[in-house]
């Protein structure tokens, strides 16, 4: 019987970083969810220098640098210290859970530039993707991460959300406390796992408000607790009455009216692309969909390692680290995901999860792959924690249980 993956309750950081299976795990939080260019070469230099040059991108829009050892992590500091990338002490580290929208185009470039029909244009040519309601994102940013240190003790993946466009994007990213625009405009807070929000009258005040209600009704057991396990129990803050903007669907790569939205297979970058990339001068916004925002570039970039086709199979399936890069890991995950992506009709998503923390993607999948030590369990809409529909499948076996017409064999 396999052990059950050990479950520590906080998320690696910069000045706590995380052991794996190669090396420490190092997560930078780009301040208000932006870098500039010097500080994504700065990144890419301190990750080939101090580490194995591997980055990932998290589900938080943060960036992990691997293979660092005890010896690498205090030159690797001070080395992102001097961009302003390194926060003064862990307990502020640890509060900056915060993802901000990539999007943040005035109305006047609203559109889509590109005449690529390989790239079509976000839903109604590209105006919800953009709009005066965003201009004020970064105050909304600062606004916020300032009221971070007020807020009561949480537990270490508690997080937020600043999503104000005229429709929201963030919703299925990891969050407790989102901050949205109902139909008409105003700006709510809504507890994660509840449909409505309450109207806001001071971001900061309300935000502490909503963490200290949730602290006192119960959220927090053990130092560990989540909104949306406590909205499920039928406790909801008083005032949730307002109902977000429709969302819009996960976006994919192309271009937009805040500039070129490129994705990485697995959420992978090596530090040389991610240099090349910061040499091209733009800023980058990373997202929680494991994609890159180069802010106000008009063209897609044609650097090796980039994904910029939204029909590529890689985008349909998400794999963790797995075995040997994560101790916890029961079996190998990529090179299996990247064989089975053609297998996939369009429209379905597959997960491979080494184990059944399922790390790289908390929300339930068409079809979700667990690795362990007898073969791979398959779980059918459901997330890697869920009770498999079949067990101990053998890699051979797993094509024909993915329904996918005339695809090739492994």
């Known amino acids: 019987m396999t052990a059950a993956p050990k479950i520590k309750g906080w998320c690696p950081g910069a000045l706590r970083p ?6 420490l795990i190092v997560r930078i939080r780009p301040p208000g969810g932006t870098l500039t260019p010097a500080q994504a070469a700065a990144i ?101 991460t300032a009221a971070l240190a007020r ?41 994660d796992g509840h449909p409505f929000g309450k109207p806001v009258t001071d971001l900061a005040e309300d935000a502490i408000a909503m963490a200290e209600w949730f ?59 991610l240099a090349a990339l910061a040499a091209l001068g733009h800023d980058l916004r990373p997202t929680p969909w494991r994609m890159l925002l180069l802010a106000g570039a008009t063209r897609l970039p044609d650097i090796p390692g980039l994904i910029t086709d939204p029909a590529e199979p890689l985008l349909r399936v998400t794999a963790c680290t797995g075995a040997p890069g994560c101790p916890q890991a029961q079996g190998e995950t990529r090179a299996l995901a990247r064989a089975l992506a053609t297998h996939l009709s369009e429209g379905r998503h597959l ?27 398959l779980i059918r809409n459901g997330t890697a924690s869920d009770t498999p529909d079949l067990v101990g499948l053998a890699v051979q076996a797993i094509p024909d249980h993915l329904k996918a017409p005339h695809a090739p064999s492994l």
């Open 44 to 144: 890419a230099q301190a990750a080939a220098r101090h580490g194995n040059g591997i980055i990932d991108l998290s589900a938080r829009a943060n960036l992990q640098l691997r293979g660092v050892t005890e010896a690498s992590h205090g030159p690797l500091i001070e080395d992102l210290r001097t961009h302003g990338l390194i926060d003064p002490d862990i307990e502020t580290e640890s509060l900056r859970n915060l993802i901000v929208t990539p999007f943040r185009s005035p109305p006047s470039i609203a559109g889509n530039p590109t005449s690529d029909t390989r790239h079509p244009p976000p839903p109604n040519g590209g105006e919800g993707w953009g709009g005066g309601l965003l201009a004020n994102i970064d105050s909304l940013a600062a606004t916020l």
């Open 351 to 377: 997960h491979v999860s080494g184990c059944a923390k399922g790390c790289a993607r908390p929300a339930a999948s068409d079809l979700t792959l667990v690795a362990m030590r007898d073969g791979y369990d």
């Open 18 to 23: 995380m052991q794996s299976g190669d090396g």
């Open 151 to 191: 807020m009561p003790p949480l537990s270490g993946k508690f997080g937020f959300t600043i999503d104000t466009g005229p429709h929201p994007v963030l919703t299925d990213a990891s969050a407790d406390i989102r901050v949205e625009r109902s139909a008409d405009g105003r700006l709510i807070l809504r507890p």
């Open 215 to 273: 602290v006192a009704s119960g959220g927090i057991t053990n130092g560990r607790g989540r909104m949306a396990a406590l909205i499920a129990k039928g406790v909801v803050p008083e005032g949730c009455d307002t109902a977000p903007a429709a969302p819009l669907p996960q976006p994919t790569p192309g271009l937009y009216p805040d500039g070129a939205m490129v994705a990485l297979a697995f959420g992978q970058i090596q530090a040389q692309t």
